[in-house]
């Protein structure tokens, strides 16, 4: 069993009480727009990290971190992008790797709203996990965890903080 945060969107800000909700998770998965090095040096020191870039991530990042990573964990297999989308409404190039590679798990940001969905006609859980960081519309930053065992997800948990101005 592994124990997933998943969070999106930090636009260079991590919040303390994220850092506490993630202390018993084994990796940390960012779903894009971290915002600068400092804040992903941070999140891989703190706990195995893995992100990809999102639009307002600068070259370094861009180089650090691919657009897409498909990977297992455990025995589900899982699809990760900044710019996704959401069932019925996925961007261009998502329905074609969804297509060819079948994940059980499908990860996005970028819309800082968070979804859980599950996409009967893709077979695939799509996760959005909203906001974590203080820039953008939102008001409630929202972080998740959840646990990976065998080939169900489980325990999923939702962290709501109202947005520092």
Same mark, same amino acid.
Request: glycine share 8%.
């Given at each position: 069993m592994r124990k997933i945060g998943l969070l999106s969107d930090t636009h260079c800000f991590i919040d303390e009480r994220v850092l506490d909700f993630f202390k018993d998770c084994d990796e940390i998965w960012h779903a894009g727009d971290i915002g600068n090095e400092e804040t992903a040096d941070k999140l891989e020191k703190y706990k195995p990290f893995r992100a990809v870039h999102g639009n307002i991530d600068d070259h370094n990042l861009r180089i650090r971190y691919k657009q897409f990573e498909i990977? %297992?964990?455990?025995?589900? *297999? @899982? #699809?990760?992008? $900044? @710019?996704g989308g959401y069932p019925g409404h996925y961007e261009k190039g998502v329905t074609y790797l969804l297509? *060819?590679?079948?994940? =059980?798990?499908? @990860?996005?940001? $970028?819309? $800082? !709203? #968070? &979804?859980? /969905? =599950?996409? *009967? *006609?893709? =077979?695939?859980?799509? @996760? =959005?996990p909203g906001a974590a960081g203080n820039s953008g519309f939102h008001a /409630?930053? %929202?972080?998740? &965890?959840?646990?990976?065992?065998?080939?169900? !997800?489980q325990n999923l948990e939702v962290l709501e903080m109202k947005r520092n101005k």
């Amino acid at each position: 069993m592994r124990k997933i945060g998943l969070l999106s969107d930090t636009h260079c800000f991590i919040d303390e009480r994220v850092l506490d909700f993630f202390k018993d998770c084994d990796e940390i998965w960012h779903a894009g727009d971290i915002g600068n090095e400092e804040t992903a040096d941070k999140l891989e020191k703190y706990k195995p990290f893995r992100a990809v870039h999102g639009n307002i991530d600068d070259h370094n990042l861009r180089i650090r971190y691919k657009q897409f990573e498909i990977f %297992t964990c455990e025995e589900m *297999k @899982i #699809l990760m992008t $900044h @710019i996704g989308g959401y069932p019925g409404h996925y961007e261009k190039g998502v329905t074609y790797l969804l297509e *060819k590679e079948k994940p =059980n798990v499908f @990860i996005c940001g $970028h819309s $800082h !709203i #968070l &979804r859980v /969905i =599950n996409d *009967k *006609k893709y =077979n695939v859980l799509c @996760i =959005n996990p909203g906001a974590a960081g203080n820039s953008g519309f939102h008001a /409630i930053k %929202t972080v998740v &965890r959840f646990e990976i065992e065998s080939s169900r !997800i489980q325990n999923l948990e939702v962290l709501e903080m109202k947005r520092n101005k």
